[in-house]
């Protein structure tokens, strides 16, 4: 075979897909505003602004590609913020969490969902009566305020057709806050606890969370419903949304569940969240579970006196250890 003569014909070049140059440098976006997400719907996200009263309608950019952004995020917004009619911002930037209240929807599934972003308070409402209070309940979403930075507050409402006293003494030795929120007990004890803070509300339907809402924001509006005549009530908020408080502060109202699952949690980290019981666990045999007799009998906890604040708190959290490894009681 003869030497082939090469030339210019033979050069093969691929015809390029855009004119857009291509590069992995990101814009800083220096020039965003930052605000806090105050609902979530459909891939559309409503934001007040710092300084400002209004809800702007956002979108998440394409370069945040599926970075979740929740109820109560702090993000940064460019585009068009004017808040009229029609107009669209864009989240280009979401700041670092302080909290996050996280649930599982069941105890076998791996999924984490963030219920809300960076609240200080988790209010826990609970009716005493119709439906009857599930203590299973109440002590899981303490484990998940404690584990997720957020300080949990117990209210009790219905209070008009039962006494709170009996139920609320259950957690008295976790120095949780109670306070009551019947349809005739004045708000004043909540008003005050709220109060400039960023509160999460969470409870089953028909404890009355959104009645208590509507007395608290009375500009909210929230759907209210029947308990049904299974004792189980009916979903009247589908999707959290930020309110502001009268006095300064926001709540923030999320749907009514019926099951809060913790797979995301282990006894070590809510053992962590108390600090004396944390430092006596570091004496526990390996693989020890925390619980006591007879499954663990030689649980450095147990050497706490009984009849001391510390032996009872040890009762207290091996309460909530026992709700974290069971499902009983806390579904409704």
Same mark, same amino acid.
């Given at each position: 075979?003869?030497?082939?003569?090469?030339?210019?014909?033979?050069?093969?070049?691929?015809?390029?897909k855009g004119t857009r140059p291509r590069t992995k440098d990101r814009p800083a976006h220096d020039d965003a505003e930052f605000g806090m997400v105050v609902t979530k719907d459909r891939g559309r996200w409503g934001v007040v602004l710092d300084g400002r009263d209004d809800t702007i309608v956002t979108m998440?950019?394409?370069e945040l590609g599926r970075t979740p952004i929740e109820v109560g995020d702090r993000v940064g917004i460019v585009g068009d913020t004017s808040g009229k009619k029609d107009t669209?911002?864009?989240?280009?930037?979401?700041?670092e969490r302080t909290s996050v209240l996280r649930r599982t929807a069941d105890d076998t599934d791996p999924y984490e969902r963030i219920v809300v972003a960076n609240a200080d308070q988790l209010l826990i409402v609970t009716a005493v009566a119709d439906p009857p209070p599930r203590a299973g309940f109440v002590e899981r979403a303490l484990i998940a305020?404690?584990?997720g930075n957020l300080h949990p507050i117990l209210c009790l409402t219905k209070s008009?057709?039962?006494? *709170?006293?009996?139920?609320?003494?259950?957690? %008295?030795?976790? /120095?949780?806050?109670? +306070?009551t929120a019947g349809i005739d007990d004045p708000l004043a004890d909540?008003?005050?606890?709220?109060a400039g803070h960023i509160t999460a509300l969470i409870g089953h339907s028909g404890v009355g969370k959104s009645t208590l809402v509507n007395r608290l924001v009375p500009d909210a509006d929230r759907e209210t419903g029947e308990v049904s005549g299974v004792g189980k009530g009916r979903h009247t908020s589908t999707q959290s949304?930020?309110?502001?408080?009268?006095?300064?502060?926001?709540?923030?109202?999320? *749907?009514?569940?019926?099951?809060?699952?913790? %797979?995301?949690? /282990?006894?070590?980290? +809510?053992i962590g969240v108390f600090d004396d019981l944390a430092d006596a666990t570091e004496d526990c045999p390996r693989g020890c579970t925390h619980l006591g007799p007879p499954a663990d009998p030689e649980c450095a906890l147990d050497s706490f006196p009984e009849d001391s604040a510390g032996g009872?708190?040890?009762?207290?959290?091996?309460k909530l250890l026992e709700a974290l490894r069971t499902n009983n009681d806390w579904e409704m």
């Open positions: 075979m003869g030497k082939r003569n090469w030339d210019e014909s033979d050069v093969r070049v691929r015809p390029p998440r950019a394409r669209l911002g864009r989240i280009v930037k979401l700041a305020a404690f584990v008009d057709l039962a006494d *709170p006293t009996e139920f609320a003494a259950e957690f %008295a030795d976790l /120095d949780v806050t109670v +306070v909540v008003e005050k606890l709220i949304v930020a309110l502001p408080l009268p006095a300064g502060g926001w709540i923030i109202d999320t *749907p009514g569940i019926r099951s809060f699952g913790l %797979a995301h949690v /282990d006894a070590d980290t +809510v009872r708190r040890v009762a207290a959290v091996r």
